[in-house]
């Protein structure tokens, strides 16, 4: 978050819940204004936001990846059934290798996140 930017209607509503919850309704002794704890509050939201972009990011790549490699050839252009099958088979192993390595990332990145 940048220095000027303003923090969002959450980042103020939960400033506010945290400084009611310390002080009471009334924020008798509060010596902090509810938008300094919102700003904070802001660059966290903004770092899980970035991070679910991200995986979106992943899961777009993921998915298209797989429908590319589910996609049926072009029967007409295989003509030999061995050929046919070959190109199958990688397709397959193709598949297999993008989720193995999505498993592998989804376990790292939770890995990660419990750890925090």
């Known amino acids: 978050m940048s ?20 002080y009471g309704d009334d924020y008798n002794g509060c010596q902090v ?3 300094t704890i919102a700003k904070v509050i ?19 790549k993921v998915v298209e990846a797989i429908h590319l490699l589910s996609t049926p050839p072009d029967i007409s252009k295989v003509k ?3 050929e046919l099958r070959k190109l199958l088979s990688e397709r397959l192993d193709g598949i297999h290798a993008v989720t193995a390595k999505t498993m592998q990332t989804t376990a790292l990145i939770r890995s990660k996140a419990e750890g925090a």
């Open 33 to 35: 204004d509810p938008a």
């Open 80 to 82: 030999d059934p061995n």
């Open 42 to 60: 802001q660059t966290g939201l903004d770092q899980r936001h970035a991070q679910y972009q991200d995986l979106v990011g992943l899961y777009e």
């Open 3 to 22: 220095a000027n930017a303003q923090p969002d209607n959450l980042a103020m509503f939960l400033a506010e819940e945290v400084l009611r919850a310390i």
